[in-house]
């Protein structure tokens, strides 16, 4: 038999032009900020003006004060200390800095299963759907063999949906008439993926508002259905974040995180946002990782997190870019 491929084998960068989109939608999302961070990097001097714009355009780019705070009071010291003499210095610590801390985090998908489950979840509208639609293909691009599950069942056009999505990623779709029980759509989506050689499900559920404790517990059951059929499963439970929600964000996470456990964020809609900083504090308060980042609408418009990248399209290249 031969062996599964590696979930993981592709490098993020090799997603064509990606990272290059990335980069020119976060400057577009910059255009709302008072100060900018690449403007404010690219300085000549650590003068007052320096210190003053970094700490405004950190916490207008949305990276929360506390990180804020963190991050700006190691920069001082480091220049008091006289480790540091320029913006540019104060650049390449930052992102080593940062970098090094990222890095540490688990970022990989958990795809080993038969077949491997996700459960992907988050508050109405944050782009659930359409991650999922845009993740089949990229993982199907790699040599997985996807099928979706219509978790929401709320909607009869939920359901519609995800079909079109299916028909885009050319991905097969289980799904229910509206009103059934996501547990038994979940269920029905594992059976047929084993039954037709399917090595991934991901699960599409109905949006909720983080504080509807009454629809935390239908996810639970949904979860309870799974581990059933096997212990392990959801080997991933995925949160989806709108970027534009920016540090409001983190309280969902906290509460979908309490309700049934998170593996890891995506964090979509970063075209043109210009919260893109949320990443960090999220990270840092929460201890969930970004596992993976959307930048629109199209089947290519997503791609695993690559922490490299970010920094470099938030904060400034070395080359000055
Ligand atoms: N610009 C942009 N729009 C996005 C992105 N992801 C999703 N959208 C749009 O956001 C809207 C909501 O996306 P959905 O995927 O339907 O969100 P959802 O979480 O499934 O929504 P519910 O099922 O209603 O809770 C749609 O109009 C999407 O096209 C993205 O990365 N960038
Ligand atoms: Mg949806």
Do not use: C
């Not at 392990?232 to 509460?255: M, W, Y």
């Amino acid at each position: 038999m031969n062996a599964p491929p590696d979930p993981n084998a592709a490098a993020p960068n090799e997603r064509q032009g990606f990272w290059t989109r990335f980069s020119k939608t976060l400057d577009a999302g910059r255009q709302a900020y008072v100060a900018d961070l690449k403007e404010v990097f690219g300085r000549p001097a650590l003068d007052t003006a320096f210190w003053d714009d970094l700490e405004t355009s950190l916490i207008a780019a949305d990276a929360g004060v506390p990180t804020t705070e963190r991050v700006v009071g190691d920069l001082r010291r480091q220049a008091a200390g006289a480790h540091l003499r320029t913006p540019a210095d104060a650049l390449g610590y930052l992102k080593a800095d940062l970098g090094k801390q990222m890095a540490a985090r688990p970022r990989d998908l958990n795809l080993r299963g038969a077949p491997a489950v996700m459960l992907v979840v988050g508050v109405n509208g944050s782009g659930k759907t359409t991650t999922i639609g845009k993740l089949a293909h990229l993982l199907q691009r790699e040599g997985r063999r996807p099928l979706l599950a219509a978790g929401d069942t709320y909607r009869a056009a939920a359901i519609e949906q995800l079909r079109l999505w299916g028909e885009r990623a050319q991905v097969e779709v289980v799904a229910h008439g509206p009103g059934a029980d996501p547990g038994a759509v979940a269920f029905d989506a594992v059976q047929a993926a084993r039954a037709r050689g399917k090595d991934l499900v991901i699960i599409d559920t109905a949006g909720r508002l983080h504080t509807r404790t009454d629809l935390m517990e239908e996810l639970r059951k949904v979860r309870r259905v799974l581990q059933r059929l096997d212990e392990q499963a959801p080997q991933e439970v995925l949160a989806v974040l709108d970027a534009h929600v920016g540090q409001n964000s983190a309280q969902q996470v906290k509460v979908f995180q309490e309700a049934i456990g998170l593996t890891g964020l995506a964090v979509t809609k970063m075209d043109g946002s210009a919260k893109a900083g949320v990443v960090l504090s999220i990270e840092e308060d929460l201890s969930v990782p970004v596992k993976l980042v959307g930048i629109g609408e199209g089947l290519d418009d997503l791609n695993r997190f690559d922490p490299g990248q970010y920094l470099d399209a938030l904060l400034r290249k070395e080359d000055g870019t």
